[in-house]
């Protein structure tokens, strides 16, 4: 089976499995959106939409975040991981929105990537799922997933992005990074699937007998 082949087929069979992709993020609007993606870092989804009530309750807008202050952000999210960074992202983020963007999350991969704690995966997520913007984000997961499944050569996040992009068509970018997230989530983890066991995997290659051993990011 060739490259775009394996794309073809993964793309038919997680659109079966998975024909509605709400975010797993709990959120209200784009800011809130951004705020739930930066937290997600290190962090599970489930612990993240633990926290976002209380936070979300204090500040729920830019103007809100940036009154609550660095040291009351703490205070909400302690129990997520890298939290004092968090919170210091937070905290200087919400007050350049105000600042410089009359509190409105700005719609460019440039302007976003600029925020604190805003890297390109978090942005993307952003673009494609509060603006609609054509974007591929690439997590762990997707990279792990990406791999397995021999649609990249799995040198980086960025060159995996890049394949998956030339590999699927751009109106199916919003919904499959998600679909692929679902998939990993639910069939084939990091334990629970070594290249050989899960569904796809085996349809994919169905003659590889050993682990499969992946490129870290």
Request: proline share 6%; charged share 25%.
């Amino acid at each position: 089976m060739k490259k775009q082949e394996r794309a073809d087929r993964v793309q038919i069979r997680l659109d079966d499995l998975y024909p509605q992709t709400r975010i797993p993020l709990d959120h209200q609007d784009e800011f809130t959106l951004l705020v739930a993606v930066l937290l997600s870092a290190q962090c599970t989804d489930k612990k993240v939409n633990e926290i976002t009530p209380a936070l979300f309750e204090r500040g729920s807008t830019p103007s809100k975040m940036s009154q609550l202050g660095e040291s009351e952000i703490l205070s909400i999210i302690r129990p997520l991981g890298l939290s004092k960074t968090k919170a210091k992202h937070l905290a200087k983020l919400s007050q350049i929105l105000v600042d410089d963007y009359d509190s409105v999350v700005p719609q460019t991969f440039e302007e976003l990537e600029s925020l604190p704690g805003v890297g390109h995966k978090t942005a993307s997520v952003v673009m494609s799922q509060a603006f609609g913007f054509p974007a591929f984000p690439v997590d762990t997961h997707i990279h792990r997933l990406s791999q397995r499944w021999g649609l990249t050569n799995g040198k980086s996040v960025v060159q995996t992005e890049a394949d998956l992009k030339k590999l699927f068509p751009k109106d199916s970018w919003n919904r499959l990074h998600l679909q692929i997230i679902f998939y990993g989530r639910e069939y084939c983890t990091a334990r629970g699937c070594d290249g050989t066991i899960c569904p796809l995997c085996r349809e994919l290659y169905p003659r590889r007998k050993k682990p499969f051993l992946h490129k870290k990011a």
